[in-house]
């Protein structure tokens, strides 16, 4: 979407928030699908109210992206404008277990970060792609560890409420690649409390952690990590494995020769192209097994 009227532009920019008109989504999202739209990238947090406000009265309707690893967006004129956090510089601040962590920051780097700082727990994270705020929304979690354990209070814009509140993190529920924040919830912030371990010992976790998923994973591949949900005691990627549907494909889009439940770009794939793949693959292991998978990736459209 565009924003077209100069009035409204004026007054977003002068709550220093920049404006980026037609940028290509593509290329912001790890599957390099997705159309074109109006990004508008927010320097600091405190903007936010202000310039939802701005953008409710004017009837423009918006969306919050992270660090795209876990999107498909549709091809085309996109029918929202995109809002992001800054990505320039940061804030990571530590004191004794905690980390304050600014939800723009990078996940890996950050586990890095604490890593340094003689502070574990995370190295199973290492290798999940994105921004802080995104592994919270989608309690990102690998090799038995999932990001909710650590969170202890998190800033979040509420579009409810029109403000930044602080949640604790007891009143937030962590559950398998879901949580409770409302949809329209804008995390901006976290503290993390996090295991003292040597240093040395983290660097080991985080090595064996590296090793397991180049040997599963498709990673100089364009892809947004598994596709669907594993159903409760079993394996997506088992089950789409046993259909023989490994480099199945739609278009440019593909499944994974390496990892069954991650679906690829292999070229040029459309979101058409992925959907229509998602939408087959899901519909063969139903008639095949009776099972109803739920996506993993988020998918935007249209309400
Ligand atoms: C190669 C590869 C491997 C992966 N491996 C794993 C894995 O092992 N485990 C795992 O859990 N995931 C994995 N993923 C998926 C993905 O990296 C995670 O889900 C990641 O946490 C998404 O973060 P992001 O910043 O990219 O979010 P995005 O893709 O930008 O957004 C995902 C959703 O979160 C919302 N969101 C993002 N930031 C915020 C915010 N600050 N406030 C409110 N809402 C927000 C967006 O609106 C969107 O709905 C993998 C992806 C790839 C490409």
Same mark, same amino acid.
């Given at each position: $979407?565009?924003?077209?009227?100069?009035?409204?532009?004026?007054?977003?920019?002068?709550?220093?928030?920049?404006?980026?008109?037609?940028?290509?989504? =593509?290329?912001?999202?790890?599957?390099?699908?997705?159309?074109?739209?109006?990004?508008?990238?927010?320097?600091?947090?405190?903007?936010?109210?202000?310039?939802?406000?701005?953008?409710?009265?004017?009837?423009?309707?918006?969306?919050?992206?992270?660090?795209?690893?876990?999107?498909?967006?549709?091809?085309?004129?996109?029918?929202?404008?995109?809002?992001?956090?800054?990505?320039?510089?940061?804030?990571?601040? %530590?004191?004794?277990?905690?980390?304050?962590?600014?939800?723009?920051?990078?996940?890996?780097?950050?586990?890095?970060?604490?890593?340094?700082?003689?502070?574990?727990? $995370?190295?199973?994270?290492?290798?999940?792609?994105?921004?802080?705020?995104? =592994?919270?929304?989608?309690?990102?979690?690998?090799?038995?560890?999932?990001?909710?354990?650590?969170?202890?209070?998190?800033?979040?814009?509420? =579009? =409810?409420?029109?403000?930044?509140?602080?949640?604790?993190?007891?009143?937030?529920?962590?559950?398998?690649?879901?949580?409770? %924040?409302?949809?329209?919830?804008?995390?901006?912030?976290?503290?993390?409390?996090?295991?003292?371990?040597?240093?040395?010992?983290?660097?080991?976790?985080?090595?064996?952690?590296?090793?397991?998923?180049?040997?599963?994973?498709?990673?100089?591949?364009?892809?947004?990590?598994?596709? %669907?949900?594993?159903?409760?005691?079993?394996?997506?990627?088992? $089950?789409?494995?046993?259909?023989?549907?490994?480099?199945?494909?739609?278009?440019?889009?593909?499944?994974?020769?390496?990892?069954?439940? %991650?679906?690829?770009?292999?070229?040029?794939?459309?979101?058409?192209? $992925?959907?229509?793949?998602?939408?087959?693959?899901?519909?063969?292991?139903?008639?095949?097994?009776?099972?109803?998978?739920?996506?993993?990736?988020?998918?935007?459209?249209?309400?």
């Amino acid at each position: $979407m565009r924003i077209s009227d100069p009035k409204l532009i004026e007054a977003i920019v002068a709550l220093g928030v920049e404006h980026k008109p037609g940028v290509s989504l =593509a290329s912001k999202t790890s599957l390099e699908i997705g159309g074109t739209s109006d990004i508008l990238l927010v320097h600091k947090h405190e903007a936010l109210p202000e310039l939802v406000r701005l953008l409710k009265q004017a009837g423009v309707p918006n969306r919050f992206l992270g660090g795209g690893s876990n999107v498909l967006l549709p091809d085309g004129e996109l029918p929202w404008v995109i809002l992001q956090l800054s990505r320039q510089n940061p804030e990571v601040r %530590f004191e004794g277990n905690s980390v304050f962590v600014d939800c723009a920051a990078n996940l890996g780097q950050t586990v890095t970060m604490c890593a340094k700082h003689d502070l574990g727990g $995370m190295e199973g994270l290492i290798g999940v792609p994105g921004s802080i705020g995104g =592994a919270l929304r989608m309690n990102a979690g690998a090799y038995g560890t999932q990001i909710g354990t650590y969170v202890r209070e998190v800033q979040v814009y509420r =579009a =409810a409420t029109g403000r930044i509140e602080t949640l604790r993190g007891a009143e937030i529920n962590f559950e398998y690649r879901h949580t409770s %924040f409302a949809s329209d919830d804008i995390m901006l912030a976290v503290r993390l409390e996090l295991p003292s371990k040597p240093y040395s010992d983290i660097l080991q976790g985080i090595r064996i952690c590296n090793v397991k998923r180049r040997a599963s994973q498709p990673l100089n591949q364009k892809s947004a990590g598994c596709i %669907f949900k594993n159903p409760p005691g079993a394996s997506a990627g088992r $089950m789409i494995d046993e259909l023989g549907l490994k480099g199945h494909s739609v278009g440019d889009a593909r499944v994974s020769d390496r990892h069954a439940n %991650f679906f690829v770009n292999a070229g040029h794939a459309s979101a058409a192209d $992925m959907l229509a793949l998602i939408a087959d693959v899901r519909r063969r292991v139903r008639d095949r097994y009776g099972v109803e998978l739920e996506e993993e990736v988020i998918v935007w459209k249209e309400q």
